[in-house]
């Protein structure tokens, strides 16, 4: 079976400061991993995804995440926040495969609040 | 292109009765799932259809149903509606051979 742990239901951080979201998974087998951000009234859009090989992902809008088997976390970082980046952040977690493509694990979600 | 189009955007039920939700996937995509995010929660897997049938499944009672179309649209059925079912319900598509999946915005069902 697999899961996810999202730490921290809401963050807050300072314009300008680093953004740091963090996921642990737990999968039987080698996972894909995801964070996706949902904006207000609005689907789920795509941040970034690991499948295989290069552990560190860079993803869209300057995120990035490192996938860390020993540590089994997926945590999701960004340099500078920006007040455009104020939404809900799900990591997520499906088995590898297009057949297994559409049936992803979402965490609960971590609320990201930008201060001016 | 369109996107993963969902109607409607919201709908208020009362318990006991039933209700049908569209999707129309983003052109291109044979591959529709269904996903029920309740308030505060992550979106959490119903089933996805392809070709006509349904593939997967989660972990969701018999009262969840759906369908797929000739044109690969999709309809949601939830029978004998609980206050529980209030969510939004997101629909998301992607082609069968494909990994990405793109999510529409929702619909928003309200129970009574």
Known sequence: ?116 | DAGVTQSPTHLIKTRGQQVTLRCSPKSGHDTVSWYQQALGQGPQFIFQYYEEEERQRGNFPDRFSGHQFPNYSSELNVNALLLGDSALYLCASRSWMGEKLFFGSGTQLSVL
């Open chain 1, 1 to 116: 079976a697999q899961s996810v742990t999202q730490l921290g239901s809401h963050v807050s951080v300072s314009e300008g400061a680093l953004v740091l979201l963090r996921c642990n998974y737990s999968s039987s087998v080698p996972p894909y991993l995801f964070w996706y951000v949902q904006y207000p009234n609005q689907g789920l859009q795509l941040l970034l995804k690991y499948t295989t090989g290069a552990t560190l992902v860079k993803g869209i809008n300057g995120f990035e995440a490192e996938f860390k088997k020993s540590e089994t976390s997926f945590h999701l970082t960004k340099p500078s926040a920006h007040m455009s980046d104020a939404a809900e952040y799900f990591c997520a977690v499906s088995l590898p495969g297009y057949s297994s493509a559409s049936k992803i694990i979402f965490g609960s979600g971590t609320r990201l609040s930008i201060r001016p």
